[in-house]
């Protein structure tokens, strides 16, 4: 079970960059993290969706025809629906519009497709694909031990493992802020941005 401490801790790390600014988008929690240019435009480093209710995760598993990850449903409903983490890494969550309005960027990408026609085909029905790498789009799912994997885009290997999703945030939130200056640029562009090349 996670103790409500890794979600803090979690938080904590994600607001690290609030000395760039925060903007609150949403009163039921929702948080833009670390303003930063960004070829010739004003982007947020880190993003917490507001967390969602078991009535959006039934919403999901019926149209997934499937389960979420208890943990992944921990996440979601005590947490936040999906993260951003450094325009590196995002995990996902309930998008309640498709619009391409003002909204869009205040939602996670999509849940229910990562897990019906973006997964890797040697997947098995025992994977629940949670997130993804902009490097390479490569991907996190969690397996019915709750344990937390990385694979490649293409092949549903695992290359990483981490005991929980929360170990996973910690670890590489830590990690993918090594490969940022403090004013939020990259140090490096050319270097990948994934925990296993």
């Not at 996670?108 to 790498?133: A, H």
């Amino acid at each position: 079970m996670t103790m409500k401490s890794d979600y803090e801790e979690i938080r904590n790390l994600m607001f690290k960059l609030s000395h760039l600014g925060v903007w609150k988008f949403s009163e039921e929690g929702g948080f833009f993290i670390g303003e930063t240019p960004y070829r010739r435009t004003t982007v947020w480093q880190n993003t917490i969706f507001p967390k969602i209710s078991m009535k959006e995760v039934e919403i999901m598993e019926d149209e997934m025809h499937r389960r979420i990850a208890p943990s992944y449903v921990d996440f979601l409903t005590s947490f936040s629906n999906g993260l951003r983490v450094h325009r590196t890494l995002s995990l996902y969550g309930y998008r309640y519009s498709f619009k391409r309005d003002a909204a869009h960027n205040q939602q996670p990408f999509n849940l229910v497709w990562i897990n019906q026609t973006e997964k890797p085909r040697n997947s098995t029905d025992d994977m629940f694909f949670i997130g993804t790498y902009n490097w390479d789009h490569s991907y996190l799912y969690v397996t019915p031990d709750q344990k937390v994997h990385f694979c490649h885009r293409g092949d549903a290997t695992s290359l990483l493992t981490w005991d929980s999703i929360t170990d996973m945030l910690i670890s590489e939130i830590n990690r993918i802020y090594t490969l940022f200056d403090d004013n939020g640029m990259e140090i490096d562009p050319e270097h990948p941005s994934i925990p296993v090349i």
